[in-house]
């Protein structure tokens, strides 16, 4: 474990160093002996989530607030937990803060009303997995450079016979991090049925689209969380 040198905690009050406390033997305990061994199998084991999920039901959700199943911490301390988690591996709390900084809080800002109660109770009970879909093969973070695109379409439901609107999506993405086990993808991408084609989110879920993804091995700087 790296010693806590900043003390970032020495001023917080003792509910909330509790929490730290407690993810710290919690990650000392059931991932730190186990993980090595699946940093060159390219692997993340599920049962670490279920052993958050059962050991540490108080920080479920972090940041995002309670009504929507979060745990309603305050930034400093979520990000607090997030270090600690990374002193000990830095893939748990990769996958964590793919979950909750970057898929679910997407959600939280820049969706509806109606998809924040759908998506981010599952999201933050860890019910569900989710990713960020922004790197491509050809560009990492520049999202200027984005080729993957959305059309949107009118189609009928075959279920209900009844027409719908949605978007195609179109592309490929690259190093997207808790990939392989999503069920939720926030999807970047230009919406070229507007005017200028601007990048917007999509939130797409796997089981209800069409798409194939791989892991990429034998490199260390492609291994996915």
């Given amino acids: ?15 909330t160093k509790i929490l730290i406390d407690k993810v710290k033997f919690w990650a000392e ?6 993980i090595a061994k699946h940093w060159e199998a390219a692997s993340f ?3 670490i989530l279920q052993s958050f999920r059962q050991k540490c039901p108080e920080l479920l959700g972090l ?3 309670k009504k929507y199943g979060g745990a309603g911490l305050d930034l400093l301390t979520s990000y607090i937990i997030v270090a600690t988690l990374a002193s000990v591996d830095s893939s748990v709390a990769t996958t964590i803060m793919v979950q909750y ?8 800002l820049c969706g509806t009303e109606q998809q924040r109660r759908f998506f981010l109770p ?7 997995m989710g ?3 922004l790197t491509e093969p050809q560009s990492g973070s520049d999202a200027s450079d984005l080729k993957t695109i959305a059309v949107k379409v009118t189609r009928k439901d ?16 690259r190093w997207i991090g808790n990939a392989l086990t999503s069920e939720v993808f926030v999807v970047w991408a230009r919406n070229t049925s507007l005017p200028k084609n601007p990048v917007m989110g999509f939130i797409v879920q796997r089981s209800q689209q069409q798409y194939s993804n791989s892991i990429i091995t034998k490199k260390i700087e492609g291994k996915i969380s």
């Fill in 101 to 108: 900084g970057l898929c679910a809080e997407s959600i939280l």
């Fill in 1 to 15: 474990m790296i010693p806590n040198v900043l003390d970032l905690h020495g001023d917080k009050q003792t509910q």
């Fill in 158 to 173: 075959p279920n209900s016979g009844k027409e719908k609107n949605g978007y195609v999506i179109t592309g490929s993405k």
């Fill in 29 to 34: 305990k059931y991932v730190q002996p186990h």
């Fill in 63 to 65: 940041f995002i607030p």
């Fill in 45 to 47: 084991p599920p049962t």
């Fill in 122 to 128: 599952n999201l933050s009970q860890l019910t569900w």
């Fill in 131 to 133: 990713c960020f879909c």
